[in-house]
T-cell receptor, first 115, second 115 residues
Framework: AQSVSQHNHHVILSEAASLELGCNYS??????LFWYVQYPGQHLQLLLK??????LVKGIKGFEAEFIKSKFSFNLRKPSVQWSDTAEYFC?????????????FGRGTQLTVWP | EPEVTQTPSHQVTQMGQEVILRCVPI?????FYWYRQILGQKVEFLVS????????KSEIFDDQFSVERPDGSNFTLKIRSTKLEDSAMYFC?????????????FGPGTRLTVL
């Protein structure tokens, strides 16, 4: 079975600081990778995804993530965070061979950005 | 922009009672999912549903749980006899397509508290 680890449970930053949230997964096969974000009181939204090709993917709101296959990692980054980035961030993977697309999530990282 | 909606946003119930959590998926979507997140833990897959049948379920989805699409719009999760450990945030999701490349759109969640 898949396992997804997010190393940071709560990250606190000041505005303009750089962000990196770690995500590692364990699975023997090929996976598709996702980052979701949940703003306070809102639904989970897709931030970015990686299927194949360039391992550096760009998402919405200035976020990007890098897939490093040898490290089984898909870390999320943003060069300069804003107060509005305060949210919970979830890394998720799917077995590429899955016919139904069940997602395996990490525990989530709460990001708090101080103005 | 179409969204997945869930009601209620918060449900409090006594142990042993039945609860029904409701979801309205995006109208042209055909695949439906329930996930849950116990406080401090990972978001976990419960069940997927397509063509009025369960497609896949996890080990968590035991006989106490059932899902139904009673009409053309609602998708419900029923817990027959709630336990304390059922307290969690329950997320509904839907997707237009199946498979590892689909995007699942999530609702805002229902927080279930079992006393």
């Amino acid at each position: 079975a898949q396992s997804v680890s997010q190393h940071n449970h709560h990250v606190i930053l000041s505005e303009a600081a750089s962000l990196e949230l770690g995500c590692n997964y364990s699975y023997g096969g090929t996976v598709n990778l996702f980052w979701y974000v949940q703003y306070p009181g809102q639904h989970l939204q897709l931030l970015l995804k990686y299927f194949s090709g360039d391992p550096l993917v760009k998402g919405i709101k200035g976020f990007e993530a890098e897939f490093i296959k040898s490290k089984f990692s898909f870390n999320l980054r943003k060069p300069s965070v804003q107060w509005s980035d305060t949210a919970e961030y979830f890394c998720a993977v799917k077995d590429r061979g899955s016919t139904l697309g069940r997602l395996y999530f990490g525990r989530g990282t709460q990001l708090t950005v101080w103005p | 922009e179409p969204e997945v909606t869930q009601t209620p946003s918060h449900q409090v119930t006594q142990m042993g009672q039945e609860v029904i959590l409701r979801c309205v998926p995006i109208s042209n979507h055909l695949y439906f999912y329930w996930y849950r997140q116990i406080l401090g833990q990972k978001v976990e897959f419960l069940v997927s549903f397509y063509n009025n049948e369960i497609s896949e379920k996890s080990e968590i989805f035991d006989d106490q749980f059932s899902v139904e699409r009673p009409d053309g719009s609602n998708f419900t999760l029923k817990i027959r006899s709630t336990k304390l450990e059922d307290s969690a945030m329950y997320f509904c999701a839907s997707s237009e397509l199946a498979g590892a490349y689909n995007e699942q759109f999530f609702g805002p969640g229902t927080r279930l508290t079992v006393l």
